[in-house]
């Protein structure tokens, strides 16, 4: 197939219009002649047109697409940059333009001589229609065998080194601000904001509300891998902070439509050129063009399957070497198993470096996301340029010789608006130019402090007061066995007390056990880059004594009303902490921490040691420790703020190691130990199956001990799910000096109920899990924590006030592998969670199979 522009010759006919019949007709045409007026008629006055056609989404400009005069045969087409330009002496109420894959737009053509129209156009599901091949395979899938076997050939990481300058663009964007929005009483003092609506789009009309900028320099080695990103400039409308311009750095943004799989959004989609492409995606050929002297093919595609994980969208490939050139694809939110996003557009282009190579020059990604019932939508666009490519110089090598993989410059927040003019490789539209001086207006009003101070109340838990942050709201009130009703008053400094030391304090107080509790600590922030932090702290409350990671904190009223009827074994802990950490470089740091406890079981415990027997009433432990830790987290990304950091994870395996040395004699401390413990963390996609998550510990304790300071494997006693526990298994149920265990859930996001018709709607998604404990109590251990008949006298008291059976009271320790596994429906209502867990192993006790809830919010 081939398109051509074209022009259509104009001819003017004639017909007897005044009265009179045909002789008038004859007397009119002679008049023409003589004034001169054969094909120039004033009243067929020439008209040009021009304009360009842009996509909705992505404000890409559509190539080749037809632009034509309703009920006529005048038209044309727009070129690569989506621009068009036709004249013509006949008139037509309308203007149209089609392409593949968007819907028809009309636009009112005046009688103007001159006009300039601009069309957005809206993408639409593609129809490919039904036909019959007589013999041989579709040219399309033909073609696309060829696109996949030289997709290698074209990879920029083919080069020893190149390096590349990129620009990087995100925008926040308001929809659907509706009349009743815009006057609501809590929205007058930011009526100016509304000023700024872009009105020009052709779906959603929509409000710019925050916009950054980076510029920056990226390097790549290629043996041994070596990437790294220099910051140049940063420009973030309401933010100041180094480690969000990290972030929203090109590295955090990449999207590779040559890799067989693309992790958008958090999920796995398969790349329309992946190896497995006629797998997942049906094509079609539609059309050819000559393309900067490169002959191109145009191919649209769409999935095999309804609901099935996968993009619609076309793409223009080069001819002979079979290089992508631009690349336009979209989900439906309605039709694939995604949450929270009812749009997802991306557009890529490409272009001819040298050695064959075509590079990524343009990346867009624009997601819009649905909107709350009467409330505003949101749309996030990402605009990533990259220019002055540079190959195989040994510059390059030099400037990665520094193993900071990435480099924040200084001033990188100071460059003036020349700088930018000139440094941005794509200009700024004047609803963008306005985002700057908005916020900086907005951030000046003194309602916008409050509203901003509200939502980080709800978020944070605290609410601030000048120099201090009360709080947390969700510890306040809370229930437990030993203290019954416990109120609780905490705070600590804000950002406007210091940046750098942050102070913090609570008291709690039960109304059964009629006892005061409190705590406080010090964080001191030695410094930022790296990061350094030095901590002090002493606490005297009740706790759980053991690795459980509960989902709830132990203080939290939702822990306390969600108990199952199992008896709750807390102890009161006296502890003074002091420790150091530090980061080496990303991804790798040590923490040092001395700490001095004093263990207090409100339940019946025993330690039969000869030497250093312990009864009850009188059974408290203390001991001093020195504990070192490393950490292993390669590549690891972080935000963070001025005394937190929120991980966002890494690529590969999380590694913790930890050594604890216990002393004897230091402040009446009784016991000599050491303790190893090693804890591995990694999920990874699994294909088209979903992803999986681990988590691995193990480790060795050294020295004759109470069970308090043994292991004890995390139980889960509450009717809610816990990723980092045992679900079927009660607090210290099992003990032991030597151990490891396996925590494995895989999720399948939805890949059997997409299947089922009836199921598919409700984008529900399974999931199954495994956990697996083994360990073993040397003799030493087991004879100072059992008396001579094996029983396990500690929470007598507890199981004769409950009331409990025998069995529960003669608790082993773990003597084979103890095993749970379960099923599990995700995503109920997109944020519930149910899981049927069973006890494969001890399966003496009755409650083998237990069914625990949960919540989360994924997309």
Request: glycine fraction near 6%.
């Amino acid at each position: 197939m081939e398109v051509r522009n074209y022009e259509t010759m104009l001819s003017i006919h004639f017909v007897p219009l005044l009265p009179g019949g045909k002789g008038w007709g004859v007397v009119f045409f002679l008049l023409l002649l003589l004034t001169g007026a054969t094909g120039n008629l004033a009243l067929a006055q020439e008209i040009e047109i021009s304009g360009k056609v842009i996509d909705d989404a992505t404000q890409e400009s559509v190539p080749f697409a037809n632009v034509f005069l309703q009920n006529t045969t005048i038209g044309t087409v727009t070129d690569m940059d989506g621009n068009f330009y036709l004249k013509t002496q006949r008139l037509s109420d309308s203007l149209g333009v089609s392409s593949v894959g968007y819907a028809k737009r009309f636009k009112y053509v005046s009688a103007a001589p001159t006009q300039n129209i601009v069309f957005r156009i809206v993408r639409e599901d593609i129809v490919m229609q039904e036909f019959t091949v007589v013999a041989g395979e579709n040219p399309a899938d033909i073609m696309m065998r060829k696109i996949i076997a030289q997709k290698n050939e074209h990879s920029i990481e083919k080069n020893e080194t190149y390096q590349v300058e990129v620009y990087n663009k995100i925008e926040v964007d308001v929809t659907d601000l509706n009349k009743k929005i815009t006057t609501r009483k809590v929205m007058k003092p930011f009526s100016f904001i509304f000023d700024n609506v872009d009105s020009l789009s052709e779906e959603k009309p929509f409000l710019p509300i925050f916009l950054t900028e980076s510029l920056s320099d990226f390097y790549y080695n290629k043996d041994p891998k070596l990437t790294k990103e220099v910051i140049k400039a940063s420009k973030i409308s309401g933010v100041e902070n180094e480690s969000v311009t990290q972030f929203l750095g090109n590295m955090y943004q990449k999207i590779d439509i040559y890799e067989d799989w693309m992790p958008v959004m958090g999920k796995n989609f398969p790349s329309p050129i992946s190896d497995q492409a006629l797998f997942y995606y049906k094509y079609s050929l539609i059309d050819s063009s000559a393309i900067d002297n490169h002959w191109s093919y145009h191919l649209t595609f769409k999935p095999r399957r309804e609901q099935g994980t996968a993009f619609t969208g076309d793409f223009w490939v080069c001819d002979t070497v079979f290089a992508l050139r631009r690349i336009n694809m979209h989900l439906d939110g309605k039709n694939v198993n995604i949450n929270f996003i009812e749009k997802l557009n991306i557009y890529q282009e490409f272009a001819e470096t040298q050695n064959n190579i075509w590079a990524l020059v343009k990346d867009k990604l624009v997601v819009d996301f649905i909107a709350a019932e009467k409330a505003p939508g949101v749309i996030g666009r990402k605009s990533t340029y990259f220019k002055n490519f540079v190959f195989n110089s040994p510059h390059t090598k030099k400037i990665l010789e520094n193993k900071e993989d990435i480099v924040v410059s200084e001033n990188v927040f100071d460059k003036p608006e020349e700088f930018w003019l000139t440094a941005r490789h794509d200009s700024l539209s004047a609803n963008e130019k306005a985002i700057y001086a908005m916020i900086d207006t907005i951030k000046n009003i003194p309602i916008a402090k409050t509203y901003i101070n509200i939502v980080t109340t709800i978020v944070s838990g605290y609410k601030i007061w000048g120099p201090v942050e009360i709080g947390p709201y969700f510890s306040m009130v809370s229930a437990d066995e030993v203290e019954g009703w416990r109120v609780r008053l905490g705070g600590r400094t804000s950002n406007d007390f210091s940046t750098r030391i942050m102070l913090s304090g609570y008291g709690a107080y039960g109304f059964k056990d009629k006892r005061f509790k409190y705590g406080a600590d010090a964080l001191v922030i030695v410094n930022r880059k790296p990061w350094q932090t030095l901590y002090a702290g002493y606490k005297n409350d009740l706790d759980i004594q053991s690795n459980n990671v509960e989902e709830f904190g132990q203080d939290n009223l939702l822990a306390g009303l969600y108990r199952r009827k199992v008896p709750q074994k807390l102890t009161n802990i006296k502890s003074a902490e002091l420790s150091y950490s530090r980061d080496w470089k990303r991804g790798l740091s040590n923490k040092i921490t001395l700490n001095h406890r004093i263990y207090q079981p409100q339940f019946d415990f025993y330690f039969l040691d000869e030497v250093n027997p312990l009864t009850p009433p009188d059974s408290t432990i203390t001991t001093s420790e020195i504990q070192f830790n490393t950490r292993f987290a390669f590549k690891e990304k972080f935000v963070s703020g001025k005394f937190t950091r929120i991980s966002l994870g890494s690529d590969y395996p999380i590694v913790n190691f930890t050594y604890t040395l216990g002393i004897k004699g230091i402040l009446n401390s009784e016991f000599n130990y050491h303790r190893l413990d090693l804890s591995v963390y990694d999920w990874f996609y699994v294909g088209p199956m979903g992803y999986t998550s681990y988590q691995f510990t193990a480790g060795k304790i050294f020295g004759k001990l109470p069970f308090l300071l043994l292991e004890n494997f995390p139980g889960n006693e509450t009717f809610f799910y816990n990723r980092y526990s045992f679900n079927r298994m009660n607090e210290y149920e099992f003990t032991a000096d030597t151990y490891a265990s396996l925590l494995l859930t895989h999720h399948f996001d939805g890949i059997f109920f997409n299947r089922v018709p009836l199921l598919r709607k409700l984008k529900l998604r399974e999931l199954i899990t495994a956990k697996v404990a083994v360990g073993n109590l040397n003799n030493e251990n087991r004879n100072a924590n059992y008396d001579a008949g094996g029983t396990y006298k500690n929470f007598g008291d507890l199981f004769a006030k409950w009331n409990l059976p025998d069995w529960q009271i003669q608790t082993p320790t773990i003597q084979k592998p103890y095993v749970e596994v379960g099923v599990g429906i995700e995503n109920i209502l997109k944020i519930f969670r149910i899981d049927a867990v069973w006890r494969l192993t001890y399966t003496d006790k009755p409650g083998r199979v237990g069914i625990r809830t949960g919540m989360q919010l994924v997309f």
